[in-house]
């Protein structure tokens, strides 16, 4: 039904219309940074792209979203950590030759559409997506089997292997690999070790092990990841030379960083998979690789594929005629039940690129490929250099379409290009904004001689550089620049941005040129810019870096300073290793120097100049503007304390009326409650009093009257101050004061809230200690209520209980048969339950000292349980209670283990 106009007068109309306007373009305006994908000269489809977080300090509760005319749709992304943190997400569907889309990275719940899983077990790793099986990597020893008749039993144990992919699986669910095969017993499915070598004047053949001299094993797991765009793993194994003069020695450790994407799937018919490799010797001599025609990147199909069953097809065209020959793809397919294939790439960067290829050329073999560097030619690997190896795998259903093979290829070898323009952070440092030097000094002391105009300082040649007053450590910068338009300058807008006075990004005039290793964007005399993007003398230009500074063990340096750089928001330098000063700059060394602006002579200019300082590895603290304080490990939150009270509106207080304990696991929050970052909803989440780790009791008792200090209807707990904030290494520890306030804001109770948050090296989240002291200021306070509104509890995020049945929560306790509603005092519950795709459990410990009759409400599908007790505290009394949560990822421990963590616990040594 249509209605008349309203009578009001149109003025108020167009008022109210352009405050609608402007709160929508103001809101459109605060992205965190803005991604301009460009598809340049192919079009891709369902493309895995990524971008260096180079302006960003807080990597929690990201969310991308792709922007469609005025609609902004979420995209399913994942950062993956390191000196510079990258975002990954997929370009999906088609996105034609020539063409770009754009995407914004704002605060908000990520955005996920099924997850790609590393599940380890105890003798194999397989990845899945969606449940499918991708692949199986094996860190267990794998036997040779037993009825290998040609084999001597003595030697049968050479062949047992540990450190290799079997099976691989195609999405329909067909095993593509073979290992211990009867005509070779040595090959492993998809494995990387090398033939014919040379160690102190041996042979060593870590790839055929049967003669004793050499065998590849797995180490150690140094990560798993799952994600909505991709899960992988990394692993570290090595190279053993049993023979050697001073008897079995690891001569290579090798890293393999394998990840499978969230594209294509049983559905689609395909899997996209990355395989890369570094190896380093790590012996005092060189091992030799001699000339010859395999070893490297190898892969064994399944026995099924023989013959007329099985083919070749390389990016040259050839088939069981490529051996030898180089190629940027080989093609392997057979027929099992229908043809499926394996496509693999070999990397534009990898050693003698396009690289030589083994291919059994015997038409009715079977199928055997290996990438091998060393057909072309001997090389050596010397002590302490890494060699990095990559490769791709397209593992698809019918026979390989060359159109998708090449296709992949440019995705592969030339991914779409990513521009950037980054937000400023909260916790930036403005260093200029057009008005004064108040941060800055001159090089060597004295009176700052630059130019103040329009906005700008402007180098006054001859007369010095400029220093901030502060040295920095770790940290990300913006910085813009003008080069001057006087055809008189001689030295063609020469500057520089010295990070720490050692590490030049050089300013110069290159518009049009070619890349210098001394050209704008370069790092001085070390390497020339990825692209030449300066602009013409006159036009603004900007930097934005991101510095991580060299580490240092006393005076002795353990790893080199890292750089990151977009130029005009291309990426020109991509977390590169600087070993060593550039050009005039100061020696290296453990301690921070400043940042200078260099006056090399031209009259450059410079403008909106900040900084954003990086949290150092280990555990730290951030405070968010007074609202929350975060504990972060490695720079990303791990636990978020919220202690804001704000009464102002009636949702604020809802949001605010008492002080909980939030906990990440890097990319998610695992608890229910508001974050500070998004409104909370009280009619979208199921019992929306539930906060993250919390306290209270709803029937609290206090000269007669009786308060809830649960739902805090006319009630709050409200933060006072912290008494202490320390971290170091792996442990942060913090002590909140709260008062438990009646209606008439008094406090009945006074909380001292000390909690200690510990990081472990198992698959565990956090270890975390919580104590409050709970001290009776005004008179006897009567702690009462029931199990489900009462005491210390856990609540998990709300998708807990909202999401599908497998994902809801479930109990372990000590032993079978416990009934946790009538059961008293159990030493410890354990949670389990399905977030996003991965499974987490949350161990909950009751200390020993803690009040008698204590029952664990522990039966709610959503995730919250907890301890629950009555009790009175006398007038001036304090009670103490202690509880350790365990919050882990992945299955449940076992019982035995559980009990052994309590046990650390109630009777510490």
Same mark, same amino acid.
């Given at each position: 039904?249509?209605?008349?106009?309203?009578?009001?007068?149109?003025?108020?109309?167009?008022?109210?219309?352009?405050?609608?306007?402007?709160?929508?373009?103001?809101?459109?305006?605060?992205?965190?940074?803005?991604?301009?994908?460009?598809?340049?000269?192919?079009?891709?489809?369902?493309?895995?792209?990524?971008?260096?977080?180079?302006?960003?300090?807080?990597?929690?509760?990201?969310?991308?979203?792709?922007?469609?005319?005025?609609?902004?749709?979420?995209?399913?992304?994942?950062?993956?950590?390191?000196?510079?943190?990258?975002?990954?997400?997929?370009?999906?569907?088609?996105?034609?030759?020539?063409?770009?889309?754009?995407?914004?990275?704002?605060?908000?719940?990520?955005?996920?559409?099924?997850?790609?899983?590393?599940?380890?077990?105890?003798?194999?790793?397989?990845?899945?997506?969606?449940?499918?099986?991708?692949?199986?990597?094996?860190?267990?020893?794998?036997?040779?089997?037993?009825?290998?008749?040609?084999?001597?039993?003595?030697?049968?144990?050479?062949?047992?292997?540990?450190?290799?992919?079997?099976?691989?699986?195609?999405?329909?669910?067909?095993?593509?690999?073979?290992?211990?095969?009867?005509?070779?017993?040595?090959?492993?499915?998809?494995?990387?070790?090398?033939?014919?070598?040379?160690?102190?004047?041996?042979?060593?053949?870590?790839?055929?092990?049967?003669?004793?001299?050499?065998?590849?094993?797995?180490?150690?797991?140094?990560?798993?990841?799952?994600?909505?765009?991709?899960?992988?793993?990394?692993?570290?194994?090595?190279?053993?030379?049993?023979?050697?003069?001073?008897?079995?020695?690891?001569?290579?450790?090798?890293?393999?960083?394998?990840?499978?994407?969230?594209?294509?799937?049983?559905?689609?018919?395909?899997?996209?998979?990355?395989?890369?490799?570094?190896?380093?010797?790590?012996?005092?001599?060189?091992?030799?690789?001699?000339?010859?025609?395999?070893?490297?990147?190898?892969?064994?199909?399944?026995?099924?594929?023989?013959?007329?069953?099985?083919?070749?097809?390389?990016?040259?065209?050839?088939?069981?005629?490529?051996?030898?020959?180089?190629?940027?793809?080989?093609?392997?397919?057979?027929?099992?039940?229908?043809?499926?294939?394996?496509?693999?790439?070999?990397?534009?960067?990898?050693?003698?690129?396009?690289?030589?290829?083994?291919?059994?050329?015997?038409?009715?073999?079977?199928?055997?490929?290996?990438?091998?560097?060393?057909?072309?030619?001997?090389?050596?690997?010397?002590?302490?250099?890494?060699?990095?190896?990559?490769?791709?795998?397209?593992?698809?259903?019918?026979?390989?379409?060359?159109?998708?093979?090449?296709?992949?290829?440019?995705?592969?070898?030339?991914?779409?290009?990513?521009?950037?323009?980054?937000?400023?952070?909260?916790?930036?440092?403005?260093?200029?904004?057009?008005?004064?030097?108040?941060?800055?000094?001159?090089?060597?002391?004295?009176?700052?001689?630059?130019?103040?105009?329009?906005?700008?300082?402007?180098?006054?040649?001859?007369?010095?550089?400029?220093?901030?007053?502060?040295?920095?450590?770790?940290?990300?910068?913006?910085?813009?620049?003008?080069?001057?338009?006087?055809?008189?300058?001689?030295?063609?807008?020469?500057?520089?941005?010295?990070?720490?006075?050692?590490?030049?990004?050089?300013?110069?005039?290159?518009?049009?040129?070619?890349?210098?290793?001394?050209?704008?964007?370069?790092?001085?005399?070390?390497?020339?810019?990825?692209?030449?993007?300066?602009?013409?003398?006159?036009?603004?230009?900007?930097?934005?870096?991101?510095?991580?500074?060299?580490?240092?063990?006393?005076?002795?340096?353990?790893?080199?300073?890292?750089?990151?750089?977009?130029?005009?928001?291309?990426?020109?330098?991509?977390?590169?290793?600087?070993?060593?000063?550039?050009?005039?700059?100061?020696?290296?060394?453990?301690?921070?120097?400043?940042?200078?602006?260099?006056?090399?002579?031209?009259?450059?200019?410079?403008?909106?100049?900040?900084?954003?300082?990086?949290?150092?590895?280990?555990?730290?603290?951030?405070?968010?503007?007074?609202?929350?304080?975060?504990?972060?490990?490695?720079?990303?939150?791990?636990?978020?304390?919220?202690?804001?009270?704000?009464?102002?509106?009636?949702?604020?207080?809802?949001?605010?009326?008492?002080?909980?304990?939030?906990?990440?696991?890097?990319?998610?929050?695992?608890?229910?409650?508001?974050?500070?970052?998004?409104?909370?909803?009280?009619?979208?989440?199921?019992?929306?009093?539930?906060?993250?780790?919390?306290?209270?009791?709803?029937?609290?008792?206090?000269?007669?009257?009786?308060?809830?200090?649960?739902?805090?209807?006319?009630?709050?707990?409200?933060?006072?101050?912290?008494?202490?904030?320390?971290?170091?290494?792996?442990?942060?520890?913090?002590?909140? /004061?709260?008062?438990?306030? =009646?209606? +008439?804001?008094?406090?009945? %109770?006074?909380? @001292?809230?000390? $909690?200690?948050? *510990?990081?472990?090296?198992?698959?565990?989240?956090?270890?975390?200690?919580?104590?409050?002291?709970?001290?009776?200021?005004?008179?006897?306070?009567?702690?009462?209520?029931?199990?489900?509104?009462?005491?210390?509890?856990?609540?998990?995020?709300?998708? /807990?209980?909202?999401?599908? =049945?497998? +994902?809801?929560?479930?109990? %372990?306790?000590? @032993?079978?048969? $416990?009934?946790? *509603?009538?059961?008293?005092?159990?030493?410890?519950?354990?949670?389990?339950?399905?977030?996003?795709?991965?499974?987490?459990?949350?161990?909950?410990?009751?200390?020993?000292?803690?009040?008698?009759?204590?029952?664990?409400?522990?039966?709610?599908?959503?995730?919250?349980?907890?301890?629950?007790?009555?009790?009175?505290?006398?007038?001036?009394?304090?009670?103490?209670?202690?509880? *350790?949560?365990?919050?882990?990822?992945?299955?449940?421990?076992?019982?035995?283990?559980?009990?052994?963590?309590?046990?650390?616990?109630?009777?510490?040594?």
């Amino acid at each position: 039904m249509q209605t008349r106009p309203s009578s009001r007068p149109t003025a108020v109309f167009f008022l109210v219309l352009f405050c609608l306007l402007f709160a929508a373009q103001a809101f459109a305006a605060e992205p965190l940074a803005t991604f301009t994908v460009r598809a340049g000269e192919h079009t891709r489809v369902d493309t895995p792209v990524s971008a260096p977080l180079v302006g960003l300090t807080d990597m929690a509760s990201l969310r991308l979203q792709e922007v469609k005319g005025s609609q902004r749709v979420a995209v399913p992304a994942q950062v993956e950590p390191g000196s510079t943190p990258r975002l990954w997400w997929i370009l999906g569907g088609t996105t034609p030759a020539g063409q770009s889309r754009v995407f914004e990275l704002v605060r908000g719940e990520p955005a996920t559409d099924g997850l790609v899983t590393a599940v380890k077990g105890d003798k194999a790793l397989d990845l899945q997506l969606g449940g499918a099986n991708i692949l199986r990597y094996n860190h267990a020893v794998v036997p040779a089997p037993k009825d290998i008749g040609r084999i001597p039993e003595a030697r049968r144990s050479l062949y047992d292997r540990s450190g290799f992919i079997h099976p691989l699986w195609s999405a329909k669910g067909s095993v593509l690999t073979e290992i211990h095969p009867a005509d070779h017993i040595h090959h492993m499915g998809l494995w990387m070790p090398w033939t014919h070598t040379q160690f102190e004047g041996r042979m060593v053949d870590f790839w055929n092990v049967g003669d004793g001299t050499g065998t590849v094993r797995f180490a150690k797991y140094l990560s798993t990841t799952d994600g909505p765009v991709f899960g992988g793993f990394q692993v570290e194994q090595e190279h053993v030379a049993r023979k050697t003069s001073k008897g079995e020695q690891v001569i290579l450790n090798e890293v393999w960083d394998v990840r499978a994407y969230n594209v294509g799937g049983p559905e689609k018919g395909y899997w996209l998979i990355d395989f890369e490799s570094t190896q380093r010797c790590v012996a005092d001599e060189p091992l030799i690789q001699d000339q010859y025609r395999y070893g490297g990147f190898g892969f064994r199909a399944t026995s099924k594929w023989k013959g007329q069953t099985a083919a070749y097809l390389t990016s040259e065209g050839k088939g069981r005629d490529g051996h030898g020959t180089r190629a940027r793809w080989c093609d392997t397919s057979g027929r099992i039940d229908e043809w499926e294939g394996v496509t693999f790439y070999s990397h534009p960067q990898n050693f003698q690129h396009p690289e030589p290829m083994r291919i059994w050329p015997e038409p009715d073999n079977y199928i055997f490929f290996n990438f091998c560097p060393s057909q072309a030619t001997s090389w050596e690997m010397k002590p302490g250099e890494d060699h990095v190896f990559r490769y791709r795998m397209y593992v698809h259903q019918g026979k390989v379409v060359v159109a998708d093979a090449e296709r992949i290829w440019q995705d592969y070898a030339h991914p779409p290009q990513v521009d950037a323009k980054f937000g400023r952070p909260d916790n930036a440092i403005v260093l200029f904004d057009g008005t004064d030097f108040s941060n800055w000094e001159r090089d060597g002391g004295g009176e700052i001689r630059w130019k103040l105009a329009d906005g700008a300082m402007q180098v006054v040649p001859g007369s010095g550089s400029l220093l901030t007053k502060k040295p920095v450590r770790d940290f990300v910068m913006h910085v813009e620049f003008q080069l001057p338009t006087d055809p008189q300058d001689r030295e063609r807008g020469n500057s520089g941005v010295y990070i720490q006075r050692r590490y030049e990004v050089q300013i110069i005039n290159s518009y049009g040129g070619e890349l210098e290793f001394a050209g704008c964007g370069s790092i001085y005399r070390f390497k020339a810019p990825d692209y030449n993007v300066c602009k013409a003398p006159g036009e603004w230009q900007s930097y934005d870096i991101r510095f991580r500074e060299a580490r240092y063990d006393g005076d002795t340096k353990v790893a080199d300073a890292r750089v990151t750089v977009y130029h005009n928001g291309v990426l020109v330098h991509d977390d590169v290793a600087v070993p060593n000063k550039t050009g005039a700059g100061r020696p290296e060394g453990p301690e921070p120097l400043p940042i200078l602006l260099q006056d090399h002579g031209s009259a450059v200019s410079f403008r909106n100049i900040w900084i954003a300082p990086l949290d150092s590895d280990g555990m730290s603290f951030r405070d968010n503007a007074g609202r929350s304080l975060d504990v972060l490990a490695d720079g990303k939150p791990l636990l978020r304390y919220m202690y804001d009270f704000d009464p102002s509106t009636p949702q604020r207080r809802f949001e605010t009326y008492k002080p909980f304990l939030h906990v990440y696991d890097g990319r998610q929050r695992l608890t229910n409650g508001p974050d500070g970052q998004s409104e909370y909803p009280a009619d979208g989440i199921q019992y929306p009093h539930h906060r993250g780790i919390f306290v209270g009791w709803n029937k609290l008792g206090f000269e007669g009257k009786r308060y809830d200090l649960w739902h805090m209807p006319n009630v709050a707990q409200v933060h006072q101050r912290f008494e202490e904030k320390s971290a170091e290494g792996n442990a942060a520890t913090f002590v909140s /004061v709260i008062h438990w306030n =009646d209606p +008439d804001g008094e406090p009945v %109770l006074v909380e @001292r809230r000390h $909690i200690t948050a *510990r990081r472990l090296d198992d698959p565990s989240v956090v270890l975390l200690d919580w104590c409050s002291d709970l001290t009776a200021v005004r008179g006897d306070v009567v702690l009462d209520g029931d199990p489900e509104h009462a005491g210390v509890q856990y609540r998990a995020h709300n998708d /807990v209980g909202a999401g599908p =049945d497998e +994902d809801k929560a479930q109990y %372990l306790f000590h @032993r079978d048969g $416990i009934d946790p *509603r009538t059961d008293k005092d159990l030493p410890w519950v354990t949670l389990s339950c399905g977030l996003a795709g991965r499974r987490y459990w949350v161990q909950q410990m009751n200390h020993p000292d803690n009040p008698k009759d204590t029952v664990f409400s522990a039966y709610r599908d959503y995730g919250r349980f907890g301890a629950f007790f009555t009790g009175t505290i006398g007038k001036d009394r304090t009670l103490t209670l202690r509880y *350790r949560f365990q919050i882990g990822r992945g299955p449940t421990p076992s019982r035995e283990e559980l009990a052994a963590r309590y046990a650390e616990y109630a009777n510490p040594r």
